[in-house]
């Protein structure tokens, strides 16, 4: 039990980060995650623009994250590693499409 809260005491991800990115067609993209950490679950939304989705499911364990947001009824699964406020990621969608994001906490935020 003590090893499952150290696992997670840290709240590595709660706050807003600016990101940028490659979508589905190789446009760049810009878009900030605002996410909350509770424990091993993480909710939160992603802008784009105008445009906010919510995260439909959100886990992290260590310094790992996975977050999944359906954009346009397109599903995107992120796998991520946080370290030093700072997010490296790759994304897939149900379509097969593949790509890669960055991060970072704004420093107001949290």
């Known amino acids: ?42 909710t939160g939304t992603l802008t784009v623009g105008d445009d906010t989705f919510d995260i439909s499911q959100g886990s992290i364990e260590g310094n790992k994250l996975e977050i999944v947001t359906e954009i346009n009824g397109t599903r995107y699964v992120s796998s991520a590693i946080i370290e030093n406020n700072k997010v490296t990621a790759s994304w897939k969608n149900d379509a097969g499409q593949t790509g890669h994001w960055q991060g970072e906490r704004q420093t107001d935020s949290k």
């Open 1 to 42: 039990m003590l090893a499952s809260f150290n696992l997670y005491s840290a709240d590595l991800i709660t706050g807003k980060w600016n990101c940028t990115g490659k979508g589905p067609d190789e446009e760049d993209l810009q878009f900030v995650l605002d996410l909350r950490q509770a424990g091993d679950k993480v």
